[in-house]
């Protein structure tokens, strides 16, 4: 494990404040393509991190593309699709046969997925120091550029365990998650015009933990569907395949519930109305209840500032459709890189804001007008009318439900496709990528 130094260290090509799925996918690109890169990082690792654990397609072009091994051999659990359940009915969506993605989906706890992350941008030369608690942007005050960070030491319990070190760098990435404290240290507030997201999580032993299906859960009762009131939400099983499955649930800030409800009792109410088989109860739960927050929608902007750029939660790249962050986090990563090469390779310092320049207008085109889209998802399924009425009429359609899959998984290929597909891409283009 790598420890900051008492003195500055040397100034790096790159700093990226984060290990992460972001930051650590950034720091192996840039670090494959002879980037000096360092990385900063308040954890240790292995570490817990609270996610359902579970890579859509998407996410599983990213892993490629940076040449792991997805073998089962190698802890990763491989699943077929969707199962999506509500309205009383349980319908199965195989992940859609794309030329643009793999027609699969994984699953692996993030307390072994990052380390294999950051080992991965470790084995490429990245420089990783952990346990290193980054307090905000070092700004110079000629001009306005971000040129570095201060950060301290901490311990295994987070705690200060030494003074402040500047560690400088050409070009800044902000990988710091949802805090994302290195962008409010530069006055980079979150919108409050997109939608936000609270998830709870657990792990149960459960006979259901070799699943190759995705369970999603479109509608929570505290009791019989149809005689007991609907909460708030939408839940998830998926199995992880070592003898636990990942149980948890997710409530959108357009719900009436947002922000007064206690998530924790909320998952443990709707588990305990699940089939006791299932083993989702107290006496076989795996550690403690966990949760976070979901930024969606670009809910921190602009993504690049005075040569600092943000990536993933940072940003707020939550898909609003399905709470995904994993794919938007290392998908950022690697445009992020790609700019991050080019900019670097500029004589100047403008020449290198205005290559970084670029990185915005890759993620809006990407993903602007489909996370708009998202929002306004976001605000009718928070009525419960709504997302009844979705659901009871919805589901019985097999060309309906591969529509829904699509959608909110966000898969279609980027040019042709079929029917499907261009009606996905043609909404996206549609909305306004702002």
């Known amino acids: 494990m790598s420890t900051p130094s008492p003195t500055p260290p040397a100034e790096a090509d790159v700093l990226v404040v984060g290990a992460g799925p972001a930051g650590a996918t950034a720091a192996r690109h840039l670090a494959a393509a002879g980037v000096a890169v360092t990385v900063l990082e308040k954890t240790s690792f292995p570490r817990e991190k609270v996610c359902g654990d579970g890579l859509t397609p998407r996410a599983v072009r990213e892993l490629l593309a940076l040449g792991l091994d997805l073998s089962p051999e190698e802890g990763w659990v491989r699943n077929k699709g969707l199962r999506?359940?509500?309205?009383?009915?349980?319908?199965?969506?195989?992940?859609?046969?794309?030329?643009?993605?793999?027609?699969?989906?994984?699953?692996?706890?993030?307390?072994?997925?990052?380390?294999?992350?950051?080992?991965?941008?470790?084995?490429?030369?990245?420089?990783?120091?952990?346990?290193?608690?980054?307090?905000?942007?070092?700004v110079d005050e000629a001009t306005g550029r971000v040129v570095g960070v201060r950060a301290h030491p901490v311990d295994e319990r987070g705690r200060r365990a030494g003074g402040d070190v500047e560690h400088r760098a050409r070009v800044v990435v902000a990988a710091d998650g949802v805090s994302a404290r290195l962008a409010l240290s530069v006055g980079l507030q979150r919108r409050e015009d997109r939608p936000m997201g609270v998830a709870v999580r657990t792990y149960f032993r459960s006979p259901r933990h070799d699943d190759d299906w995705m369970e999603s859960w479109l509608e929570l009762w505290d009791g019989e569907p149809g005689r007991s009131r609907l909460l708030p939400g939408y839940g998830w099983v998926f199995g992880v395949g070592d003898g636990t499955s990942n149980v948890g649930l997710g409530v959108l800030s357009s719900s009436a519930a947002y922000g007064k409800v206690d998530y924790r009792d909320l998952l443990k109410r709707w588990t305990s109305t699940l089939p006791p088989e299932w083993q989702f109860d107290d006496e076989h739960r795996e550690g403690p209840v966990r949760g976070a927050a979901l930024p969606m929608g670009f809910n921190r902007t602009p993504h690049h500032h005075h040569g600092m750029l943000l990536l993933g939660d940072a940003g707020g790249m939550v898909n609003p459709f399905n709470g995904e962050g994993i794919a938007y986090a290392m998908e950022s990563a690697r445009l992020a890189a790609e700019v991050v090469v080019q900019a670097l390779g500029r004589p100047d310092v403008a020449g290198r804001l205005r290559a970084l320049d670029a990185y915005p207008g890759l993620v809006r085109d990407a993903w602007g007008g489909y996370f708009r889209l998202g929002g306004i998802f976001v605000r009718l399924i928070g009525h419960p009318a709504v997302m009844e009425a979705a659901t009871r009429h919805g589901l019985p359609r097999p060309l309906v439900m591969r529509f829904v899959v699509k959608l909110l998984a966000n898969l279609t290929e980027p040019r042709g496709g079929d029917v499907l597909d261009r009606v996905v891409n043609g909404m996206s283009r549609l909305a306004p990528a702002v």
């Open 84 to 138: 999506i359940i509500g309205g009383g009915m349980r319908v199965e969506v195989p992940w859609p046969d794309l030329a643009a993605f793999p027609g699969y989906g994984l699953v692996r706890p993030r307390l072994g997925m990052d380390q294999v992350l950051v080992d991965h941008a470790r084995a490429a030369g990245a420089v990783v120091h952990e346990r290193t608690s980054v307090v905000g942007a070092v």
